[in-house]
């Protein structure tokens, strides 16, 4: 089965510390997501890329950056991170009319 | 607003009952269908995907589709206690899967 892994699985910061959330997919998927789920907000696309060196914008990007360095790894960086940016991440893949493969997410805390 | 939107938020049902929940778009523009499933501490996983007017059986699951209201139903029979899970319904303006819009979803607890 599709394979999607993101590190760390829990992480906890500072207000205003620099975070990078990791994602690696060995699928040979072009597109590569970021989502952040929240109760009373479900899942909500941040980022999302077409391969490497490209990337779009979603839903809710402010605050996010994104970087697709290969075809297989895709990063959200957070570098001046708010308590409003705690949540669970989940990075996916899929290919052009494939379903989409999640990862097991990121719980993030910003205190 | 939700451009996608679930309905009931929380069902329980009994182990071998029939589950059954919905989703309506808002957005005329939202012709494609999927639906996910969450168990907890893992990430969502598709069930299944519904493009065209009608029935679409895969198992146990059996979606339904109604373009013209934009309505999108899934039903569960034989529910088992695995079936406990939130449901996601997701919509696209394309036949593919980038940029799918997910609703709130509906948590399913299954009772022996």
């Known amino acids: 089965e599709a394979a999607v892994t993101q590190s760390p699985r829990n992480k906890v910061t500072v207000t205003g510390g620099n975070v990078t959330l990791s994602c690696r997919q060995t699928?040979?998927?072009?597109?590569m997501y970021w989502y952040r789920q929240d109760t009373g907000h479900g899942l909500r696309l941040i980022h999302y890329?077409?391969?490497?060196?490209?990337?779009q914008i979603g839903d809710v990007p402010d605050g996010y950056k994104a970087t697709r360095t290969t075809q297989e790894d895709f990063f959200l960086l957070l570098e001046l991170a708010s308590p409003s940016q705690t949540s669970l991440y989940f990075c996916?893949?899929?290919?052009?009319?494939?379903?989409?493969?999640f990862g097991k997410g990121t719980r993030l805390t910003v205190v | 607003q939700q451009k996608v939107q679930q309905s009931p938020e929380s069902l329980s049902v009994p182990e071998g009952g029939m589950a059954s929940f919905n989703c309506t778009s808002s957005?005329?523009?939202?012709?494609y269908f999927w639906w996910y499933r969450q168990h907890s501490g893992e990430g969502p996983k598709a069930l299944m995907?519904?493009?065209?007017?009608g029935d679409k059986k895969e198992g146990r699951f059996t979606a339904h589709l109604n373009k013209a209201s934009l309505h999108v139903s899934l039903h569960i029979r034989d529910s088992q206690p695995s079936d406990s899970a939130l449901y996601f319904c997701?919509?696209?303006?394309?036949?593919?899967?980038?940029?799918?819009?997910f609703g709130l979803g509906t948590r399913v607890s299954v009772f022996p």
């Open positions: 890329s077409y391969g490497a060196g490209n990337l």
């Open positions: 957005d005329r523009n939202f012709q």
């Open positions: 699928n040979s998927h072009n597109y």
């Open positions: 996916a893949s899929s290919g052009l009319n494939t379903e989409v493969f």
């Open positions: 997701a919509a696209s303006e394309h036949n593919y899967a980038q940029g799918l819009t």
């Open positions: 995907s519904i493009f065209s007017d």
